[in-house]
């Protein structure tokens, strides 16, 4: 059965930091492309970062380059976003997703979380 399991949203001020983590099982995530993307208040689902199955190449939105740093620990099957200097814009709900290719586009087929929420206050 496969589980991807986001964690790490929450409540924050402007200008302050939190780090999202994406726990996946079932699937050979040492294989895997990993993708963050982020859905806020009445917009469209966006693409925030991704990173190849190494870890070796990072892909960054224009709006979080940086702020946000994306890594993974293929030993824990885990996946982070770190996010600094956040901003009242970048409050949305997070999602982790798997897939073959980074970046990779929303309609690729693969496994998505159920996201966590991350607010952030002026």
């Known amino acids: 059965q496969v589980q991807v399991v986001e964690s790490g949203g929450g409540l924050v001020q402007a200008g302050g930091s939190l780090r999202l983590s994406c726990t996946v099982s079932?699937?050979?995530?040492?294989?895997?492309?990993m993708s963050w993307f982020r859905q806020g208040p009445g917009k469209e689902r966006e693409s925030v970062s991704c990173?190849?199955?190494?870890?070796?190449?990072?892909y960054y939105d224009t709006y979080v380059k940086g702020r946000f740093t994306i890594s993974r620990d293929n030993a824990k099957n885990t996946l982070y976003l770190q996010m600094n200097s956040l901003q009242p814009e970048d409050t949305a709900m997070y999602y982790c997703?798997?897939?073959?290719?980074?970046?990779?586009?929303?309609?690729?087929?693969?496994?998505w979380g159920q996201g966590t929420q991350v607010t952030v206050s002026s």
């Open positions: 997703v798997t897939g073959d290719r980074c970046p990779r586009q929303i309609s690729d087929y693969g496994y």
């Open positions: 990173i190849v199955s190494s870890g070796s190449v990072t």
């Open positions: 079932g699937l050979p995530f040492g294989l895997l492309a």
